[in-house]
Protein backbone atom coordinates (compact mmCIF):
# COMPACT_ATOMS: atom_id res chain seq x y z
CA UNK A 1 0.00 0.00 0.00
CA UNK A 2 1.27 3.41 -1.27
CA UNK A 3 0.79 6.31 1.44
CA UNK A 4 0.53 9.45 -0.15
CA UNK A 5 0.81 12.66 1.87
CA UNK A 6 -0.25 15.43 -0.70
CA UNK A 7 0.59 18.57 1.55
CA UNK A 8 4.11 18.16 2.84
CA UNK A 9 7.52 17.15 0.96
CA UNK A 10 9.44 17.49 3.42
CA UNK A 11 10.72 16.27 6.89
CA UNK A 12 12.46 18.50 8.95
CA UNK A 13 15.25 17.33 11.32
CA UNK A 14 15.16 19.02 14.36
CA UNK A 15 18.83 17.35 15.00
CA UNK A 16 20.25 18.25 11.89
CA UNK A 17 19.08 21.78 12.67
CA UNK A 18 21.00 21.94 15.83
CA UNK A 19 24.07 21.29 13.95
CA UNK A 20 23.50 24.11 11.74
CA UNK A 21 22.87 26.40 14.79
CA UNK A 22 24.67 24.96 17.92
CA UNK A 23 27.90 27.08 16.66
CA UNK A 24 26.30 30.56 16.47
CA UNK A 25 26.77 32.94 19.07
CA UNK A 26 23.99 33.05 21.79
CA UNK A 27 22.92 36.73 20.50
CA UNK A 28 22.33 36.05 17.18
CA UNK A 29 19.61 33.36 18.00
CA UNK A 30 18.04 35.81 20.88
CA UNK A 31 17.81 38.23 18.48
CA UNK A 32 15.53 36.28 16.27
CA UNK A 33 13.17 36.74 19.21
CA UNK A 34 13.57 40.40 19.84
CA UNK A 35 12.84 40.89 16.01
CA UNK A 36 9.63 39.23 16.10
CA UNK A 37 8.34 40.61 19.25
CA UNK A 38 9.52 44.39 17.62
CA UNK A 39 7.84 43.80 14.22
CA UNK A 40 4.31 43.27 16.07
CA UNK A 41 2.09 46.42 17.60
CA UNK A 42 3.71 46.50 21.27
CA UNK A 43 4.90 49.10 23.28
CA UNK A 44 7.47 46.41 25.69
CA UNK A 45 10.07 43.96 25.15
CA UNK A 46 11.63 42.79 27.90
CA UNK A 47 14.16 40.10 27.89
CA UNK A 48 16.45 38.60 30.57
CA UNK A 49 19.10 35.90 30.20
CA UNK A 50 20.00 34.03 33.71
CA UNK A 51 21.25 31.33 34.75
CA UNK A 52 18.88 28.53 35.75
CA UNK A 53 21.23 25.41 36.72
CA UNK A 54 24.73 24.91 36.50
CA UNK A 55 24.89 24.10 33.03
CA UNK A 56 21.51 25.97 31.63
CA UNK A 57 20.37 29.54 30.59
CA UNK A 58 17.05 30.97 30.84
CA UNK A 59 16.19 33.12 27.67
CA UNK A 60 13.01 34.97 28.34
CA UNK A 61 11.29 37.61 25.79
CA UNK A 62 7.88 38.66 26.63
CA UNK A 63 6.14 41.43 24.38
CA UNK A 64 2.13 43.46 25.20
CA UNK A 65 1.40 42.85 22.07
CA UNK A 66 -1.99 40.86 20.75
CA UNK A 67 0.60 37.73 20.58
CA UNK A 68 0.45 34.83 17.93
CA UNK A 69 -1.92 35.40 14.78
CA UNK A 70 -1.56 31.50 14.53
CA UNK A 71 0.38 29.12 16.90
CA UNK A 72 1.53 26.71 14.35
CA UNK A 73 3.94 29.57 13.61
CA UNK A 74 5.57 28.32 16.28
CA UNK A 75 7.02 25.57 15.30
CA UNK A 76 6.35 25.43 11.16
CA UNK A 77 9.64 26.39 9.26
CA UNK A 78 9.36 29.18 6.18
CA UNK A 79 5.31 29.38 6.42
CA UNK A 80 4.09 32.21 4.41
CA UNK A 81 3.70 34.65 6.60
CA UNK A 82 2.23 38.66 5.94
CA UNK A 83 5.55 40.26 7.31
CA UNK A 84 7.25 39.31 3.62
CA UNK A 85 4.96 41.70 1.69
CA UNK A 86 5.80 44.81 4.41
CA UNK A 87 9.87 46.13 4.03
CA UNK A 88 9.08 48.09 7.19
CA UNK A 89 9.13 45.02 9.30
CA UNK A 90 12.34 42.43 9.88
CA UNK A 91 10.62 38.83 9.62
CA UNK A 92 10.81 37.18 6.36
CA UNK A 93 11.96 33.30 6.80
CA UNK A 94 9.70 32.21 9.48
CA UNK A 95 12.50 31.02 11.15
CA UNK A 96 12.91 33.05 14.18
CA UNK A 97 12.42 31.19 17.74
CA UNK A 98 12.77 27.68 15.84
CA UNK A 99 16.33 28.28 15.54
CA UNK A 100 16.61 29.02 19.38
CA UNK A 101 14.24 25.96 20.21
CA UNK A 102 16.55 23.78 17.81
CA UNK A 103 19.74 23.74 19.82
CA UNK A 104 17.05 24.20 23.65
CA UNK A 105 17.19 21.59 26.16
CA UNK A 106 13.62 22.67 26.41
CA UNK A 107 11.32 25.95 25.46
CA UNK A 108 7.78 27.11 26.32
CA UNK A 109 5.70 29.56 24.24
CA UNK A 110 2.48 31.36 25.91
CA UNK A 111 0.22 33.20 23.78
CA UNK A 112 -2.60 34.57 23.93
CA UNK A 113 -5.14 31.88 23.93
CA UNK A 114 -2.72 28.88 23.39
CA UNK A 115 0.51 27.86 24.67
CA UNK A 116 2.87 25.40 23.22
CA UNK A 117 5.72 23.18 25.35
CA UNK A 118 8.86 21.75 23.63
CA UNK A 119 9.97 19.32 27.18
CA UNK A 120 13.56 17.85 26.98
CA UNK A 121 12.39 14.45 25.99
CA UNK A 122 11.50 15.98 22.23
CA UNK A 123 8.24 16.74 20.62
CA UNK A 124 6.20 19.45 21.57
CA UNK A 125 2.20 19.69 23.49
CA UNK A 126 -0.42 22.58 22.52
CA UNK A 127 -2.53 23.39 25.23
CA UNK A 128 -5.12 26.28 25.75
CA UNK A 129 -5.21 29.05 28.03
CA UNK A 130 -6.37 32.21 29.76
CA UNK A 131 -3.78 34.61 28.39
CA UNK A 132 -5.22 37.90 27.11
CA UNK A 133 -2.61 39.95 26.17
CA UNK A 134 0.79 39.54 25.03
CA UNK A 135 3.85 36.93 24.53
CA UNK A 136 5.80 35.23 26.98
CA UNK A 137 8.57 32.39 25.42
CA UNK A 138 11.18 30.86 27.45
CA UNK A 139 13.69 28.85 26.33
CA UNK A 140 16.31 26.93 28.46
CA UNK A 141 20.17 26.25 26.31
CA UNK A 142 23.54 25.26 27.70
CA UNK A 143 25.25 28.41 27.67
CA UNK A 144 29.05 29.39 29.09
CA UNK A 145 29.35 31.89 31.74
CA UNK A 146 31.77 33.93 28.67
CA UNK A 147 28.73 33.20 25.98
CA UNK A 148 25.93 34.46 28.37
CA UNK A 149 27.51 37.67 28.98
CA UNK A 150 28.47 38.39 25.75
CA UNK A 151 25.17 37.77 24.50
CA UNK A 152 23.88 40.41 27.36
CA UNK A 153 26.07 42.73 26.14
CA UNK A 154 25.50 42.80 22.52
CA UNK A 155 21.22 42.88 22.88
CA UNK A 156 22.21 45.85 25.01
CA UNK A 157 23.15 47.18 21.89
CA UNK A 158 20.52 47.34 19.91
CA UNK A 159 18.23 50.22 19.27
CA UNK A 160 14.79 50.27 20.65
CA UNK A 161 11.87 51.34 17.81
CA UNK A 162 10.10 55.03 19.16
CA UNK A 163 7.50 54.15 21.06
CA UNK A 164 8.82 50.81 22.24
CA UNK A 165 10.22 50.55 25.97
CA UNK A 166 12.67 47.76 25.80
CA UNK A 167 14.73 46.29 28.80
CA UNK A 168 17.64 43.77 29.04
CA UNK A 169 17.84 41.72 32.28
CA UNK A 170 15.62 44.68 34.16
CA UNK A 171 17.76 47.64 32.11
CA UNK A 172 16.00 49.89 29.54
CA UNK A 173 18.17 50.84 26.67
CA UNK A 174 18.05 54.47 26.06
CA UNK A 175 16.79 55.43 22.65
CA UNK A 176 19.51 57.47 21.31
CA UNK A 177 19.68 60.50 19.16
CA UNK A 178 21.40 60.25 15.50
CA UNK A 179 23.53 62.52 14.59
CA UNK A 180 22.13 62.61 11.11
CA UNK A 181 18.93 61.45 9.06
CA UNK A 182 18.92 60.61 5.33
CA UNK A 183 16.74 58.56 3.29
CA UNK A 184 17.69 56.81 -0.12
CA UNK A 185 16.84 54.23 -2.30
CA UNK A 186 18.75 50.77 -1.53
CA UNK A 187 17.66 47.16 -2.69
CA UNK A 188 15.64 45.34 -0.80
CA UNK A 189 13.20 42.04 -0.29
CA UNK A 190 9.33 41.74 -1.03
CA UNK A 191 6.58 39.92 -1.45
CA UNK A 192 4.11 41.44 -4.11
CA UNK A 193 1.17 40.03 -2.36
CA UNK A 194 -0.03 36.74 -0.10
CA UNK A 195 1.70 33.63 -1.94
CA UNK A 196 3.79 35.59 -4.08
CA UNK A 197 7.89 34.60 -4.17
CA UNK A 198 9.81 37.03 -2.62
CA UNK A 199 11.66 39.30 -5.21
CA UNK A 200 14.54 41.88 -4.57
CA UNK A 201 13.22 45.34 -5.03
CA UNK A 202 14.25 49.46 -4.52
CA UNK A 203 12.47 51.47 -2.29
CA UNK A 204 13.20 54.43 -0.80
CA UNK A 205 13.94 54.16 3.41
CA UNK A 206 15.18 56.35 5.86
CA UNK A 207 19.30 55.55 7.15
CA UNK A 208 19.82 56.76 10.84
CA UNK A 209 22.98 57.56 11.82
CA UNK A 210 24.41 57.29 15.15
CA UNK A 211 27.64 57.94 17.22
CA UNK A 212 29.11 54.00 18.17
CA UNK A 213 28.64 52.89 21.80
CA UNK A 214 32.29 51.55 21.18
CA UNK A 215 34.65 54.29 19.81
CA UNK A 216 35.28 53.74 15.99
CA UNK A 217 33.77 50.80 15.92
CA UNK A 218 30.39 50.83 14.19
CA UNK A 219 27.35 48.50 13.13
CA UNK A 220 25.05 47.73 10.53
CA UNK A 221 21.88 47.59 11.65
CA UNK A 222 17.90 46.61 10.17
CA UNK A 223 15.57 48.12 12.44
CA UNK A 224 17.06 48.50 15.37
CA UNK A 225 18.87 44.87 15.11
CA UNK A 226 23.08 44.84 14.40
CA UNK A 227 23.73 42.82 11.71
CA UNK A 228 27.57 42.91 11.21
CA UNK A 229 30.41 45.31 12.51
CA UNK A 230 31.91 47.68 10.21
CA UNK A 231 34.54 49.61 9.51
CA UNK A 232 33.10 52.83 9.89
CA UNK A 233 32.96 54.91 13.21
CA UNK A 234 29.07 55.48 12.96
CA UNK A 235 26.32 52.54 13.94
CA UNK A 236 24.16 52.48 10.91
CA UNK A 237 20.28 51.83 11.05
CA UNK A 238 18.52 51.21 7.83
CA UNK A 239 14.82 51.73 8.03
CA UNK A 240 13.69 48.75 5.85
CA UNK A 241 14.78 44.67 5.13
CA UNK A 242 18.27 44.43 4.19
CA UNK A 243 19.36 41.70 1.78
CA UNK A 244 20.53 39.40 3.62
CA UNK A 245 20.81 35.39 3.55
CA UNK A 246 18.45 32.91 6.28
CA UNK A 247 21.23 33.85 8.70
CA UNK A 248 20.87 37.31 8.51
CA UNK A 249 24.69 38.39 9.58
CA UNK A 250 26.04 39.50 6.55
CA UNK A 251 25.39 42.43 4.37
CA UNK A 252 26.48 42.38 0.08
CA UNK A 253 29.60 44.37 -0.15
CA UNK A 254 27.48 46.57 -2.98
CA UNK A 255 25.07 47.39 -0.32
CA UNK A 256 27.38 48.23 2.04
CA UNK A 257 29.12 50.41 -0.83
CA UNK A 258 25.83 52.37 -1.47
CA UNK A 259 24.83 52.98 2.41
CA UNK A 260 28.77 54.26 2.79
CA UNK A 261 28.07 56.56 0.12
CA UNK A 262 24.86 58.26 1.60
CA UNK A 263 26.12 58.40 5.58
CA UNK A 264 29.56 59.77 3.99
CA UNK A 265 26.66 62.67 1.99
CA UNK A 266 24.90 62.92 5.32
CA UNK A 267 28.12 63.48 7.88
CA UNK A 268 30.30 65.49 5.53
CA UNK A 269 28.25 68.52 5.48
CA UNK A 270 27.81 68.11 9.07
CA UNK A 271 31.77 68.51 9.29
CA UNK A 272 32.12 65.01 10.55
CA UNK A 273 34.66 63.95 8.17
CA UNK A 274 38.22 65.56 9.16
CA UNK A 275 42.19 65.44 8.11
CA UNK A 276 41.97 61.99 10.24
CA UNK A 277 39.52 60.46 8.99
CA UNK A 278 39.46 61.30 5.47
CA UNK A 279 41.56 58.75 4.31
CA UNK A 280 39.57 55.89 5.80
CA UNK A 281 38.83 52.88 3.96
CA UNK A 282 35.12 53.22 4.21
CA UNK A 283 35.35 57.04 2.96
CA UNK A 284 37.53 56.08 -0.48
CA UNK A 285 34.59 53.28 -0.84
CA UNK A 286 32.08 56.08 -0.89
CA UNK A 287 33.91 58.40 -2.59
CA UNK A 288 33.98 55.41 -5.44
CA UNK A 289 30.35 55.03 -5.39
CA UNK A 290 28.79 56.83 -8.41
CA UNK A 291 26.01 58.02 -6.01
CA UNK A 292 28.54 60.05 -4.08
CA UNK A 293 27.66 63.81 -5.04
CA UNK A 294 30.52 65.78 -6.89
CA UNK A 295 29.99 68.88 -3.48
CA UNK A 296 30.76 65.52 -1.52
CA UNK A 297 34.13 64.66 -2.79
CA UNK A 298 35.39 67.89 -2.79
CA UNK A 299 34.88 68.34 0.54
CA UNK A 300 36.99 64.39 1.10
CA UNK A 301 39.41 65.80 -1.41
CA UNK A 302 40.49 69.08 0.51
CA UNK A 303 40.27 67.29 3.94
CA UNK A 304 42.21 64.23 2.69
CA UNK A 305 45.09 65.84 0.21
CA UNK A 306 44.44 69.72 1.55
CA UNK A 307 43.22 72.36 -0.38
CA UNK A 308 46.68 73.19 -2.35
CA UNK A 309 47.52 70.11 -3.67
CA UNK A 310 48.67 68.69 -7.01
CA UNK A 311 49.21 65.19 -8.00
CA UNK A 312 53.37 64.50 -8.62
CA UNK A 313 54.22 64.20 -12.17
CA UNK A 314 57.29 62.20 -13.19
CA UNK A 315 59.54 65.57 -13.84
CA UNK A 316 61.05 66.37 -10.47
CA UNK A 317 60.96 70.44 -12.18
CA UNK A 318 57.49 70.37 -12.69
CA UNK A 319 56.96 69.02 -8.74
CA UNK A 320 60.02 71.58 -7.58
CA UNK A 321 58.27 74.24 -9.17
CA UNK A 322 54.92 73.70 -7.64
CA UNK A 323 56.39 73.23 -3.92
CA UNK A 324 58.07 76.58 -4.20
CA UNK A 325 54.50 78.02 -5.13
CA UNK A 326 53.47 76.43 -2.08
CA UNK A 327 51.75 73.44 -3.52
CA UNK A 328 51.85 69.86 -1.64
CA UNK A 329 52.56 67.06 -3.87
CA UNK A 330 50.38 63.46 -3.97
CA UNK A 331 51.55 60.84 -5.33
CA UNK A 332 48.91 59.11 -7.69
CA UNK A 333 49.82 55.51 -6.88
CA UNK A 334 48.23 56.59 -3.09
CA UNK A 335 45.02 57.16 -4.64
CA UNK A 336 43.01 54.34 -6.74
CA UNK A 337 42.04 54.82 -9.80
CA UNK A 338 38.61 55.95 -9.43
CA UNK A 339 39.12 58.01 -6.30
CA UNK A 340 41.76 59.62 -8.45
CA UNK A 341 39.35 60.19 -11.63
CA UNK A 342 37.08 61.46 -8.99
CA UNK A 343 39.13 63.68 -7.62
CA UNK A 344 40.12 64.94 -11.10
CA UNK A 345 36.72 65.71 -12.01
CA UNK A 346 36.07 68.06 -9.11
CA UNK A 347 39.21 69.98 -9.95
CA UNK A 348 42.18 67.97 -8.84
CA UNK A 349 45.07 69.20 -11.03
CA UNK A 350 49.42 68.09 -11.13
CA UNK A 351 51.83 69.49 -11.41
CA UNK A 352 52.29 69.87 -14.76
CA UNK A 353 50.64 73.03 -14.72
CA UNK A 354 54.07 74.10 -13.83
CA UNK A 355 55.38 72.67 -16.94
CA UNK A 356 58.32 75.06 -19.12
CA UNK A 357 57.37 74.62 -22.35
CA UNK A 358 59.52 76.23 -25.21
CA UNK A 359 58.35 79.28 -26.75
CA UNK A 360 59.48 79.08 -30.30
CA UNK A 361 57.33 82.64 -31.04
CA UNK A 362 59.49 84.71 -32.96
CA UNK A 363 59.77 87.39 -30.16
CA UNK A 364 61.07 85.24 -27.56
CA UNK A 365 64.36 84.70 -26.65
CA UNK A 366 65.11 81.07 -28.22
CA UNK A 367 66.75 78.15 -25.73
CA UNK A 368 70.30 77.64 -26.65
CA UNK A 369 70.15 74.80 -28.71
CA UNK A 370 72.25 71.51 -28.39
CA UNK A 371 75.42 71.26 -30.47
CA UNK A 372 74.81 67.89 -32.63
CA UNK A 373 76.90 64.33 -32.23
CA UNK A 374 76.03 61.18 -33.81
CA UNK A 375 74.25 59.86 -30.39
CA UNK A 376 71.78 62.62 -30.70
CA UNK A 377 71.28 61.98 -34.54
CA UNK A 378 70.74 58.41 -33.70
CA UNK A 379 68.36 59.85 -30.96
CA UNK A 380 66.58 62.12 -33.32
CA UNK A 381 65.70 58.89 -35.62
CA UNK A 382 64.40 57.35 -33.47
CA UNK A 383 62.17 59.53 -31.48
CA UNK A 384 60.59 59.79 -35.31
CA UNK A 385 60.74 56.22 -36.06
CA UNK A 386 58.91 55.29 -32.93
CA UNK A 387 56.51 58.95 -32.96
CA UNK A 388 55.58 57.35 -36.55
CA UNK A 389 54.98 53.97 -35.53
CA UNK A 390 53.07 55.32 -32.12
CA UNK A 391 50.91 58.13 -33.69
CA UNK A 392 51.42 58.12 -37.11
CA UNK A 393 53.64 60.83 -38.13
CA UNK A 394 57.05 61.42 -37.56
CA UNK A 395 57.39 64.82 -35.36
CA UNK A 396 60.00 67.50 -35.81
CA UNK A 397 62.59 67.07 -32.86
CA UNK A 398 65.02 69.35 -31.19
CA UNK A 399 67.66 69.37 -29.23
CA UNK A 400 68.07 72.04 -26.80
CA UNK A 401 70.92 72.58 -23.48
CA UNK A 402 69.16 75.16 -21.51
CA UNK A 403 68.53 75.12 -17.72
CA UNK A 404 65.61 77.86 -18.45
CA UNK A 405 63.61 74.51 -19.60
CA UNK A 406 63.25 73.01 -16.62
CA UNK A 407 62.52 69.51 -17.97
CA UNK A 408 64.00 66.02 -19.60
CA UNK A 409 61.86 66.74 -22.44
CA UNK A 410 58.12 68.07 -23.71
CA UNK A 411 56.05 67.74 -26.17
CA UNK A 412 54.09 71.26 -27.97
CA UNK A 413 51.26 69.51 -29.21
CA UNK A 414 50.18 72.38 -31.64
CA UNK A 415 53.35 72.11 -33.26
CA UNK A 416 54.02 68.44 -33.45
CA UNK A 417 57.18 68.97 -32.14
CA UNK A 418 59.24 66.91 -29.16
CA UNK A 419 61.91 68.61 -27.57
CA UNK A 420 65.03 67.08 -25.68
CA UNK A 421 67.12 68.93 -22.82
CA UNK A 422 69.94 67.69 -23.43
CA UNK A 423 71.61 69.45 -20.47
CA UNK A 424 69.79 67.84 -17.94
CA UNK A 425 69.45 64.63 -19.19
CA UNK A 426 73.26 64.34 -19.70
CA UNK A 427 75.06 63.37 -22.69
CA UNK A 428 75.58 59.57 -21.69
CA UNK A 429 71.75 59.51 -21.46
CA UNK A 430 71.51 59.71 -25.43
CA UNK A 431 74.60 56.62 -26.47
CA UNK A 432 73.61 53.46 -27.53
CA UNK A 433 69.57 54.45 -29.06
CA UNK A 434 67.60 52.80 -28.83
CA UNK A 435 67.28 52.35 -24.77
CA UNK A 436 64.79 51.47 -22.18
CA UNK A 437 65.33 54.82 -20.92
CA UNK A 438 65.11 56.57 -23.95
CA UNK A 439 62.01 54.77 -24.90
CA UNK A 440 60.03 55.39 -22.00
CA UNK A 441 60.17 58.96 -21.86
CA UNK A 442 59.33 59.20 -25.91
CA UNK A 443 56.02 57.00 -25.10
CA UNK A 444 55.12 59.28 -22.23
CA UNK A 445 55.89 62.34 -23.89
CA UNK A 446 54.05 61.55 -27.27
CA UNK A 447 51.22 60.37 -24.77
CA UNK A 448 50.32 63.92 -24.31
CA UNK A 449 48.49 64.26 -27.67
CA UNK A 450 45.78 63.73 -25.43
CA UNK A 451 45.28 67.09 -23.97
CA UNK A 452 46.31 68.91 -21.41
CA UNK A 453 43.12 68.88 -19.13
CA UNK A 454 43.91 67.69 -16.71
CA UNK A 455 47.69 66.97 -18.72
CA UNK A 456 48.32 63.58 -16.45
CA UNK A 457 44.48 62.92 -16.04
CA UNK A 458 42.96 60.14 -17.13
CA UNK A 459 42.82 60.68 -20.80
CA UNK A 460 46.64 60.53 -20.77
CA UNK A 461 46.71 57.56 -18.62
CA UNK A 462 44.08 56.02 -21.09
CA UNK A 463 46.33 57.05 -24.42
CA UNK A 464 49.71 55.96 -22.43
CA UNK A 465 48.67 52.42 -21.77
CA UNK A 466 47.36 51.88 -25.48
CA UNK A 467 50.24 53.60 -26.49
CA UNK A 468 52.40 51.22 -24.22
CA UNK A 469 50.42 48.03 -25.66
CA UNK A 470 51.03 48.95 -28.81
CA UNK A 471 54.79 49.07 -28.75
CA UNK A 472 55.14 45.88 -26.97
CA UNK A 473 53.27 44.37 -30.21
CA UNK A 474 55.18 45.86 -32.06
CA UNK A 475 58.18 44.30 -30.74
CA UNK A 476 56.34 40.82 -30.41
CA UNK A 477 55.40 41.36 -34.55
CA UNK A 478 57.44 43.66 -36.62
CA UNK A 479 60.41 41.03 -36.92
CA UNK A 480 62.85 42.08 -39.26
CA UNK A 481 60.85 45.80 -39.72
CA UNK A 482 62.04 47.25 -36.21
CA UNK A 483 64.16 50.18 -35.95
CA UNK A 484 67.38 48.31 -34.81
CA UNK A 485 67.25 45.48 -37.43
CA UNK A 486 66.98 48.27 -40.19
CA UNK A 487 70.15 50.11 -38.19
CA UNK A 488 71.74 46.91 -38.16
CA UNK A 489 71.23 46.47 -42.08
CA UNK A 490 72.25 49.79 -43.23
CA UNK A 491 75.76 49.21 -41.13
CA UNK A 492 76.51 46.05 -42.88
CA UNK A 493 75.98 47.70 -46.06
CA UNK A 494 77.85 50.37 -45.17
CA UNK A 495 80.53 48.05 -43.99
CA UNK A 496 80.47 45.73 -47.36
CA UNK A 497 81.39 49.45 -49.37
Known amino acids: MIKVDNKNRFEVSTEGMKLLHEGRPLWELVKELIANAWDEDI ?13 LVEIMVEDDGAGFRDITDAYTLFAPTPKQQTPSVRGRFNLGEKELLSIAYSGYIDTVGSSVGFPASGGRKTVKNFRTKGTCVRIYVKASKDSLAHAVDKLQTFIPPKGIRYAVNDQWVKNREPVAITNAMLPTVLSSAPNQPIRKTRRKTDISVYEPLVEGQGQIYEMGIPIQKIAVPFDIDIGQKVPLPPNRDIVPTAYLQDVYSEVLAAVAIKGYITEENASDTWVRIAVEDPRTPDEIVKIVMD ?20 INKGYSIVNGKTLSPIERKRFYEVGLGTAHKFAIVPDFSPDAKPLRKAKMTLSLESVAEYTQWLSTQMIGYACEVVFVSDLRLNADATWDNSRRTFT ?31 GDDPPHGEKFVSTLGDIAAKAVFLALTLGDDLWWAKKEREYERASSV
Open 420 to 450: WNVMRLGKRFFENAPTQEQTALILHEVSHIA
Open 43 to 55: TRCEVSLTKATRS
Open 303 to 322: KKLGERALIATVDSGENERA
